[in-house]
């Protein structure tokens, strides 16, 4: 019983991080503009087939990974550039269905870029499973695990140790004294465009040997990361992380102890739950005139 439970946690926690990730790439640019990204999905998808496509071509993976990373940056700073920038001054229904036409729009694209196939990548460093407990810990598990919190940490450095780190977090404390002292924030909302398609393309990248991936692969992934950051509470990166593991914890749990039916949906009960029973997450939100 022990084992079997340990074993769903392993599977939770490794999936939470994805979320995670996903999650706090919500958070960035929500709190850098208070807008919410329902194209982030892509980013992981665009990591994942990026990097499987290149490896598959011959390029060793380390190079393929940076490679699909600054291409999913690229797309993310383009997003901003060409769709979110113009539409600033708008109402939030109208950002929000620019988003999502992103979403599709980006989906159509790696359709046609690549194709409806499903697409794998080896495991970083083998596939001989530890026993913990009396359940099996893949090595690529780890790798999720591990790169998610190097991640984390890489960016709580970023945001409290440099100056442009600082100027992102007085933008999202108060975008107009932010720029009455200089701060560039045009910048900081294209920078955190781009810290967001990063962090969806590492998790992707960290993901597809185990899940492998496909154009669509973001669509649910997108939704659970933004169940995350909602539970978490919008704009909260410490909520975002949180956030992700319930969920992916959540899930595990329901899939092993219900039924394997039940794991897309429990992202969707537990939106649901939040608005209507702690409508500031967790750890509270930042505010409600966009969301």
Same mark, same amino acid.
Request: proline content about 3%.
């Given at each position: 019983?022990?084992?079997?439970?340990?074993?769903?946690?392993?599977?939770?926690?490794?999936?939470?991080?994805?979320?995670?990730?996903?999650?706090?790439?919500?958070?960035?640019?929500?709190?850098?503009?208070?807008?919410?990204?329902?194209?982030?999905?892509?980013?992981?998808?665009?990591?994942?087939?990026?990097? %499987? /496509?290149?490896?598959?071509?011959? *390029?060793?993976?380390? !190079?393929? &990974? @940076? =490679?699909?990373? $600054?291409?999913?940056?690229?797309?993310?700073?383009?997003?901003?550039?060409?769709?979110?920038?113009?539409?600033?001054?708008?109402?939030?229904?109208?950002?929000?269905?620019?988003?999502?036409?992103?979403?599709?729009?980006?989906?159509?694209?790696?359709?046609?870029?690549?194709?409806?196939?499903?697409?794998?990548?080896?495991?970083?460093?083998?596939?001989?499973?530890?026993?913990?407990?009396?359940?099996?810990?893949?090595?690529?598990?780890?790798?999720?695990?591990?790169?998610?919190?190097?991640?984390?940490?890489?960016?709580?450095?970023?945001?409290?140790?440099?100056?442009?780190?600082?100027?992102?977090?007085?933008?999202?404390?108060?975008?107009?004294?932010?720029?009455?002292?200089?701060? %560039? /924030?045009?910048?900081?909302?294209? *920078?955190?465009?781009? !810290?967001? &398609? @990063? =962090?969806?393309? $590492?998790?992707?990248?960290?993901?597809?040997?185990?899940?492998?991936?496909?154009?669509?692969?973001?669509?649910?992934?997108?939704?659970?990361?933004?169940?995350?950051?909602?539970?978490?509470?919008?704009?909260?990166?410490?909520?975002?992380?949180?956030?992700?593991?319930?969920?992916?914890?959540?899930?595990?749990?329901?899939?092993?102890?219900?039924?394997?039916?039940?794991?897309?949906?429990?992202?969707?009960?537990?939106?649901?739950?939040?608005?209507?029973?702690?409508?500031?997450?967790?750890?509270?939100?930042?505010?409600?005139?966009?969301?």
């Amino acid at each position: 019983m022990f084992a079997a439970f340990l074993q769903y946690l392993f599977s939770g926690v490794t999936s939470g991080a994805i979320y995670a990730l996903a999650g706090l790439g919500f958070a960035i640019i929500y709190n850098a503009s208070h807008v919410i990204n329902f194209a982030q999905g892509e980013f992981i998808m665009i990591g994942g087939m990026a990097t %499987a /496509t290149l490896v598959a071509a011959g *390029v060793p993976l380390p !190079l393929a &990974a @940076m =490679l699909a990373v $600054v291409a999913a940056m690229l797309v993310g700073v383009a997003l901003e550039k060409f769709a979110v920038e113009p539409a600033r001054n708008a109402d939030v229904v109208t950002i929000i269905i620019i988003t999502i036409g992103a979403s599709i729009f980006l989906r159509g694209a790696a359709q046609l870029v690549w194709d409806k196939e499903f697409h794998s990548l080896p495991a970083f460093s083998g596939e001989t499973p530890f026993a913990v407990g009396g359940a099996t810990l893949m090595p690529q598990s780890i790798w999720v695990v591990g790169v998610a919190m190097v991640v984390i940490v890489a960016l709580w450095w970023f945001f409290n140790r440099t100056l442009f780190g600082k100027a992102m977090l007085g933008t999202s404390y108060n975008s107009l004294a932010a720029q009455l002292v200089g701060i %560039a /924030t045009k910048r900081v909302l294209m *920078v955190s465009f781009a !810290l967001s &398609a @990063m =962090l969806g393309a $590492v998790g992707g990248i960290v993901m597809t040997p185990i899940t492998f991936t496909s154009y669509e692969t973001g669509v649910m992934l997108g939704l659970k990361g933004f169940s995350a950051a909602v539970l978490g509470g919008l704009g909260n990166g410490t909520g975002a992380i949180v956030g992700g593991l319930i969920v992916g914890i959540a899930e595990a749990l329901a899939s092993g102890y219900l039924s394997s039916a039940y794991k897309d949906a429990i992202a969707f009960i537990i939106i649901l739950f939040v608005l209507f029973f702690m409508p500031n997450g967790l750890f509270g939100k930042r505010g409600t005139d966009r969301v």
